[in-house]
């Protein structure tokens, strides 16, 4: 069997070398086709494969598909980052057409028990979702997406009618096309006509940061529970408009590979997914067998890949009644590459991706009634033990705004508090705290946003094992058993806009509380503002009644500016960033610290660079990028490492080190620039390097070797990869006081983790403000031995170097955008790191 499979893709390779694929390489051969719809080939000018097509080039033709057919109409659902549209055809018969939305809301009916038990599905079509390419480097899958919308526009005969008028088709044809684009790109011009199938040669080894990730390098294929970026956020309103039956997710992976579908491994399944869903799942793999077996392709199911992590797209669909599958076709990288199974082609490539397309769809027509009545049976009501959460009452009414906005794309209704609650001893005020009764039809999507879980059948992760909302955005929130008293449901969510109190030519204050409180000071240091940090609270007289101002509060002094337009200045900040201002017409307070204390340290005005390039992390990097451009508004200068060396710190006071291997950088150029002033921020593993070169006082922990005896060899994998930490949420303990804390009211703080660094505890008393607490997991899985590992030992370490100040986080602060719990800790830094003190009492500077 190898040695056929080894034969068919030399062939196949070598003919595509040599001569374009004709369209019936692709296409079924046992039909006719409308003439009036051009093929791809006729529209681009060259065979689909032979070259990498490009967004502008996939756009137009889609729009010619529109223009031509009458069973397709196309919508512009969202634009990239980079203004590329992105698109979903709808794609049904003219008769389903004409009654589209009464089609759309009946389908939508079978989400609600109330009106889902007189619908008869055996008259009703199923809906279908087509998505390819989340990934921009897997581009098997959106250049195979022409191809399927050329045949849904063209062929003819009693089955695509059938189809038809039994399906609505939802094509998304390519998923991210910043990256795609950035991989077309990389791969046409890096083409030779002679082709060179060589995996050395540079067409098949992309430069950092590749075309996977989006233009902030992150990867959209885990944003689906979240949607913090534009090309997901209009995807779901495409989606819940719908709830598709199936959802199919297109993907490359490694070149040595064959072709994957699902289901995957079972007992990684997240328990809210129903065992039926796998059933129906490997039903509907029978139509892939059957389908790829015609034309020799090998492919395997239910190893590797999980439906645990509700973030990906073929595991969102499980959480709201539909079917998600994973295709992941062994990639090319290029045009033509030599692998392990002998020469695998780019046309190859698509045209398994293709008839998994033509598979699925067959699936659809015969399963129909079989799906659309899971679904209906999917969102019966259950008897809940949980009857609501209620969240909200902190003292950060943005990460709240927030958090509801995500709740509002999943579909799911959220109310206002009908009146002030206290649950557990906590105080959730009705204008300032929310509701999520579990009596609604997106429970599932309910429990698995808030759930903790520490229990698993499986010890090991394809993705995260943890992401529960209120620990992620440090909220406050309450599971309650009892029935809460349900306002009325919100139907828009406005920003929570602050204020300015009172008007002065002297000094205003604002604390430190608010998640965009960073953007404000840095607009005002921008426009030339001196600003002080108070390191001692105080308390003001504000309106002739005094008010408290905590660790933290930004002092603006106004005497050097023009009072009415400062005035207009703070107005605007106010509505924009959720922050009050106070105004204050003397230095001298009520309690606690003067306007003109040497604790009221001034500020100065950060200047980062961040290193990218080979080596470092680019989802980390982006994450890092995409906080400072998009929400805080700082410029952020990203270098690449090859050029550090050339580079004159003098510019910058302060380098941010995320993930990465940084070996190649000189470690006495960095340290003569903190020991001058400079703040390093790094974070995960680059502090093994800081450690390793003298740069931080940390001292990582020792892992134990596995001393418990013979294992199988077989399961080699299995005990290893229990060790593995791949996403979990861990307490700390903050130090109020300290600086990296400031703006957080509450000691306890959750923080992600996924790594196996543990540090030792540190001379310095005063050097580690957040200490991870005895019994730290709070969600998600970790081994009993890294538990051990990580109890009591510290979670940030800061020390001096000369005049200069480095600070280690040892977790990353900013995951996947939207850890907005913990972004403040990495903005303290930013802000506040020059004024950390470590060995206070210790001797002065340590070195």
Request: glycine share 8%.
């Amino acid at each position: 069997m190898k040695k056929y499979l080894l034969l068919l893709l030399t062939l196949v390779g070598t003919f595509t070398l040599q001569a374009q694929v004709a369209d019936s390489y692709y296409l079924p051969t046992n039909i006719t086709y409308d003439p009036a719809i051009p093929t791809p080939q006729q529209f681009l000018g060259y065979q689909v494969g032979e070259w990498h097509v490009t967004h502008d080039q996939r756009v137009a033709y889609m729009n010619k598909l529109a223009e031509l057919s009458n069973r397709i109409t196309l919508a512009e659902y969202a634009r990239t980052y980079e203004q590329r549209p992105l698109l979903l055809l709808t794609i049904t018969n003219p008769a389903n057409h004409a009654n589209l939305e009464n089609i759309r809301t009946e389908h939508l009916k079978l989400t609600d028990p109330a009106q889902s038990g007189g619908l008869k599905t055996a008259n009703m079509p199923a809906v279908v979702w087509m998505g390819y390419s989340v990934h921009g480097n897997e581009p098997s899958g959106a250049n195979a997406s022409l191809l399927s919308a050329y045949y849904l526009a063209a062929a003819q005969g009693a089955e695509i009618d059938s189809l038809l008028r039994e399906c609505v088709i939802l094509l998304d044809p390519c998923i991210n096309p910043d990256g795609g684009n950035r991989f077309a790109s990389w791969v046409n011009t890096h083409k030779s006509i002679t082709q060179v199938s060589d995996p050395a040669a540079r067409e098949y080894n992309e430069v950092w940061p590749g075309g996977r990730t989006n233009h902030y390098w992150f990867d959209l294929n885990r944003d689906w529970l979240y949607t913090q970026h534009p090309e997901s956020q209009g995807r779901m309103v495409k989606y819940h408009a719908w709830k598709p039956n199936i959802l199919t997710d297109h993907h490359e992976m490694g070149g040595n590979s064959t072709f994957f579908f699902q289901p995957g491994v079972a007992s990684r399944t997240h328990p809210l997914t129903p065992r039926l869903n796998i059933d129906l799942t490997a039903k509907i793999g029978a139509y892939h067998a059957a389908e790829l077996d015609k034309i020799g392709s090998y492919y395997y199911t239910q190893e590797n890949y999980d439906d645990f992590y509700y973030g990906k797209g073929s595991t969102y669909p499980d959480v709201n009644g539909s079917i998600g599958i994973l295709f992941e076709q062994a990639s090319s990288r290029g045009h033509a590459q030599e692998t392990n199974n002998g020469l695998l082609t780019f046309p190859f490539t698509i045209r398994n991706q293709f008839t998994a397309t033509l598979s699925t769809l067959r699936a659809a027509r015969a399963m129909r009634v079989e799906l659309l009545d899971y679904m209906r049976d999917f969102y019966k009501s259950t008897n809940e033990p949980v009857k609501a959460y209620v969240f909200g009452g902190s003292n950060d009414r943005a990460r709240t705004w927030e958090m509801v906005n995500i709740l509002r794309r999943n579909d799911i209704a959220v109310h206002e508090l009908a009146k002030d609650e206290t649950l557990e001893g906590r105080k959730f005020p009705k204008d300032n705290a929310f509701v999520v009764p579990l009596d609604q039809s997106q429970r599932k999507v309910v429990k698995a946003i808030f759930e903790k879980r520490t229990e698993f059948e499986d010890s090991l992760f394809y993705d995260i094992s943890a992401w529960a909302m209120p620990l992620t955005f440090n909220v406050p929130y309450v599971e309650s058993k009892a029935n809460i008293s349900l306002g009325k449901k919100l139907t828009e969510n406005p920003f929570p806009a602050g204020k300015v109190v009172g008007k002065t030519a002297y000094s205003y204050l604002f604390e430190w509380d608010s998640y965009f409180a960073p953007r404000t000071l840095y607009e005002l240091q921008k426009r030339g503002y001196r600003t002080k940090t108070a390191a001692q609270p105080l308390i003001v007289s504000i309106d002739g009644k005094p008010r408290e101002f905590d660790y933290g509060t930004i002092q603006i002094q106004v005497h050097d500016h023009n009072p009415d337009s400062t005035y207009q200045l703070l107005q605007r900040l106010a509505a924009r960033d959720g922050v009050d201002f106070y105004a204050s017409g003397t230095g001298l307070t009520s309690s606690g610290i003067d306007f003109g204390s040497e604790n009221f340290k001034t500020m100065r005005q950060p200047k980062p660079l961040m290193l990218v390039g080979a080596g470092v992390n680019s989802n980390d990097a982006g994450e890092v990028w995409h906080l400072l451009d998009q929400r805080i508004k700082v410029p952020l200068t990203m270098a690449d490492m090859g050029s550090f060396n050339r580079l004159d710190l003098s510019e910058y006071n302060t380098l941010i080190l995320v993930s990465g291997n940084y070996g190649s950088l000189s470690v006495d150029k960095i340290r003569d620039w903190v020991r001058a002033g400079g703040v390093l921020i790094a974070m995960t593993d680059a502090n093994e390097w800081l450690a390793e070169k003298g740069l931080s006082t940390l001292k990582l922990k020792a892992i134990p070797n596995d001393t418990t005896g013979p294992k199988l060899y077989a399961l080699a994998d299995l005990y290893q990869g229990a060790q593995v930490t791949g996403g979990a949420i861990f307490q700390v303990k903050l130090d109020l006081t300290h600086p990296l804390a400031y703006g957080y009211k509450e000691p306890m703080l959750n923080v992600f983790r996924d790594h196996n660094n543990f540090v030792q505890p540190i001379k310095d008393p005063y050097g580690a403000p957040a200490i991870y607490t005895d019994s730290p997991l709070v969600s998600g899985y970790m081994s009993a031995r890294n538990q051990k590992l990580i109890r009591n030992s510290p979670a940030i370490v800061c020390n001096n170097l000369g005049s200069g100040k480095v600070i280690a986080l040892l977790d990353n602060p900013n995951f996947r955008a939207f850890w907005y719990g913990t972004n403040k800790i990495f903005l303290n830094a930013l802000f506040f790191g020059s004024q950390i003190s470590s060995g206070r009492f210790g001797g002065g500077a340590q070195e």
